[in-house]
C-alpha cells in the first residue's frame, strides 16, 4: 500500500507562484507514475502534469510553459512548481500515484485559490 500526502497549497494573486509537493509513504518501491491532477467546482477532475518513474513528463495545454513537475525518488517526494497563475487555476489539487500492481493512490487534496 502507498500512502500520499499533498501540501503546499495557498491563496495567491494572479501572476503569482506556488510549489505543491507529495510526499509518498508505504510501499513507495512499487510507484510507477505519479501525476497532478486538479478540480474545480462544479467541473471534472483534470490530469495537470505527469512524471514517469523515468522522469518523463506531460502536461496539460492549458499549463504548458507556465508548470513544471519534478521528482525526487530518494525523497519519494513529487512536486508542481506553478508559474504565472491565473484564476482559472483555482482548484483542489490531488496527487496521484500508480503502482506495478495497477493500484491507484491519491493524495487527500490541497486548496490553490488565485485571485484576480
Known amino acids: 500500500h502507498v500512502h500520499l500526502v499533498d501540501s503546499g497549497g495557498g491563496l495567491v494573486q494572479a501572476g503569482g507562484s506556488l510549489r505543491l509537493s507529495c510526499a509518498a509513504s508505504g510501499n513507495i518501491f512499487s510507484i510507477n507514475d505519479m501525476s497532478w491532477n486538479r478540480q474545480a467546482p462544479g467541473k471534472q477532475r483534470e490530469l495537470v502534469a505527469a512524471i514517469t518513474r523515468g522522469g518523463t513528463t506531460n502536461y496539460a495545454d492549458s499549463v504548458k510553459g507556465r508548470f513544471t513537475i519534478s521528482r525526487d525518488n530518494a525523497k519519494n517526494t513529487v512536486y508542481l512548481q506553478m508559474n504565472n497563475l491565473k484564476p482559472d487555476d483555482t482548484a483542489v489539487y490531488y496527487c496521484?500515484?500508480?503502482?506495478?500492481?495497477?493500484?491507484?493512490?491519491w493524495g487527500q487534496g490541497t486548496q490553490v485559490t488565485v485571485s484576480s
Open positions: 496521484h500515484a500508480n503502482d506495478y500492481y495497477s493500484n491507484n493512490y
